[in-house]
């Protein structure tokens, strides 16, 4: 009796919750060349921005946002292949509906989320799953920030969908599906807020960089010291003192076990700002600030959008575990 209980009153909150987002989420239609292209999205104020996947909008001829309201035309306000989030601008007769992203510690493994979106070319759906983890790697594909994994079933056309928590809150953004669809890779609520942050301000993400080079010692599936491994000329890095062969302890606050830990510490860095490293060198911790300039494209610490801290990868294990699919309005849209 009581787990019947429980579970009509998780139904009930469901309900709940997807009955407020619908009214957030839309459809995002893109037409290239005759060909349309469809995802989910949802506006974030109530002068209609709507954020949506970049690679749905791409270099799309006409962008529509539909939702119970009608089809508005959009505008791209700006895109960001890294995360791969884009910001689109409308012009409603109206106030529209929107919803909160949350920006505090991300759900911990067996938290519940609601998502919302457009499978197919059906109305608004919810969708319903449990966090399973975060993850910064899946196979050979490397996220800018760790995602969080999450046991939800994604059809063609809910790509870009949000998920939210009991409360409401936006806590990822549906980015990947694996396996079919049958779970998903969402950007955390927190790293969405900071990429909406700089496109609206610069019309692109202004990432880091403090020309530091960085590389594990052992297995960065569990916890292995990482170690400076380079310095590079014409950065902050080289005049802060650091050392290569310093083993990094913290990045900004953060305690630093493994290389995700540095890419999701350098990911929120901003450019013009310190930032505070502390590295263990012969049994003592000494402290650093380095102020983090913005990355140039052809910058040789890596790609533009790369993070703030450049890490060595090459040592990451092989996983045989199926490739993350990432389509975005595949099936009859």
Request: hydrophobic residues 40%; charged residues 20%.
């Amino acid at each position: 009796m009581a787990w019947q209980e429980s579970v009509a009153a998780l139904g009930t909150e469901v309900s709940r919750v997807f009955g407020v987002a619908q009214h957030s989420v839309v459809r995002v239609r893109v037409r290239n060349n005759s060909v349309d292209a469809v995802g989910s999205g949802f506006f974030i104020d109530a002068s209609g921005t709507v954020v949506t996947l970049a690679e749905l909008v791409g270099q799309g001829q006409e962008i529509r946002v539909e939702s119970e309201s009608g089809s508005l035309p959009a505008e791209l306000v700006g895109q960001d292949s890294r995360s791969g989030l884009a910001l689109l601008r409308t012009h409603p007769g109206r106030p529209t509906s929107f919803l909160p992203i949350a920006s505090g510690k991300e759900p911990p493994p067996g938290a519940f989320v609601v998502g919302v979106g457009y499978p197919f070319n059906l109305s608004a759906s919810p969708i319903v799953g449990v966090v399973l983890g975060s993850d910064r790697q899946f196979q050979d594909r490397l996220f800018c920030v760790s995602h969080l994994r999450v046991d939800v079933t994604v059809s063609p056309g809910e790509l870009g969908a949000p998920l939210l928590n009991l409360q409401g809150s936006v806590v990822g953004v549906v980015m990947a599906v694996v396996n079919e669809g049958r779970w998903a890779y969402a950007l955390p609520g927190k790293a969405t807020e900071r990429i909406i942050a700089d496109v609206r301000e610069y019309g692109r993400v202004r990432y880091a960089w403090a020309g530091v080079g960085v590389a594990r010692v052992g297995d960065d599936r569990t916890q292995s010291p990482v170690i400076v491994t380079r310095l590079f000329p014409n950065s902050s890095a080289k005049e802060s003192g650091l050392q290569e062969g310093d083993r990094l302890e913290r990045i900004n606050g953060k305690p630093i076990h493994r290389l995700s830990d540095v890419v999701d510490a350098s990911f929120y860095a901003s450019v013009g700002e310190p930032m505070k490293v502390a590295v263990s060198r012969n049994g003592k911790t000494k402290h650093f600030s380095l102020r983090a300039g913005e990355r140039p494209s052809d910058n040789t610490g890596g790609a533009p959008g790369a993070p703030a801290v450049t890490v060595d990868t090459s040592a990451a294990q092989p996983v045989t575990a199926p490739p993350v699919q990432k389509t975005v309005g595949g099936g009859p849209n």
